[in-house]
């Protein structure tokens, strides 16, 4: 999953993008609304971590150009303002939820799981397919109950579709997902991942697609 953090304050910027990557997240990060414009315009995220006051173009202006544009892509709005004009305005805007500042950084992680979850069609906390489970609060995969060790972009992509399960997903999709945006981007490392996922996983889980892509198997076919 690929996050956009916009926030001008450095130190603030910081802990997020560190906060984020942790859990397991891809982040990119702009430090004024120009920037930030240009990247949640040009780039597919899927989530913005959206800042109100920002130098050069406003939170608010940045989110209602997107929405003009058709950039669909769930918004956080970060304020140290706390008036209810300023949500109600940020709402009206197209945001998706709104975080006023000082936060407690577990509840902003909580309200960016809920949100690209819901993006992608979840409801709960936990996504499950076939026999992998995918516990989205602890970063955490299980195959039949038993835990998988993954590398960060092992879980990146196996989380990715897990959210969007039921489709066909292109490499470049996967790709453009996956890594930073000032990432070394090969789409044939995406061959690379799958196949380690599949030692790690009944191989035929992740089924591929000839000429479309990868698609998670609801119905595996059953190891000997």
């Not at 942790?22 to 989530?47: K, N, Q």
């Not at 406003?58 to 956080?76: A, F, H, N, T, Y």
């Not at 300023?86 to 500042?101: C, F, R």
Request: charged residues 30%.
């Amino acid at each position: 999953m690929r996050v956009l953090v916009v926030e001008d304050d450095k130190d603030l910027n910081r802990q997020l993008v560190s906060a984020l990557g942790d859990a397991g997240y891809a982040v990119d990060t702009a430090f004024d609304g120009e920037e930030g414009y240009f990247l949640g315009d040009t780039e597919p995220y899927d989530i913005v971590i959206l800042d109100i006051g920002l130098p050069k173009m406003d939170g608010i202006s940045i989110l209602e150009q997107w929405r003009r544009s058709d950039r669909k892509m769930p918004v956080i709005l970060l304020t140290a303002r706390d008036r209810w004009s300023d949500k109600v305005q940020g709402m009206d805007a197209g945001a998706d939820d709104y975080v006023a500042k000082p936060f407690h950084m577990e509840e902003l992680l909580a309200r960016v799981r809920a949100q690209v979850r819901r993006a992608s069609g979840h409801a709960k906390s936990e996504i499950e397919c076939g026999p992998l489970r995918l516990d989205t609060k602890s970063a955490r995969v299980t195959c039949n109950g038993q835990q998988i060790k993954l590398t960060s972009h092992e879980y990146r992509l196996l989380a990715y579709m897990m959210h969007h399960n039921g489709r066909v997903v292109s490499r470049t999709e996967l790709v453009e997902h996956l890594y930073e945006q000032d990432f070394d981007r090969d789409s044939n490392t995406i061959e690379v991942f799958i196949g380690r996922l599949r030692k790690k996983i009944p191989v035929d889980v992740i089924e591929t697609v000839r000429g479309l892509g990868y698609r998670l198997s609801e119905n595996p076919a059953p190891t000997a």
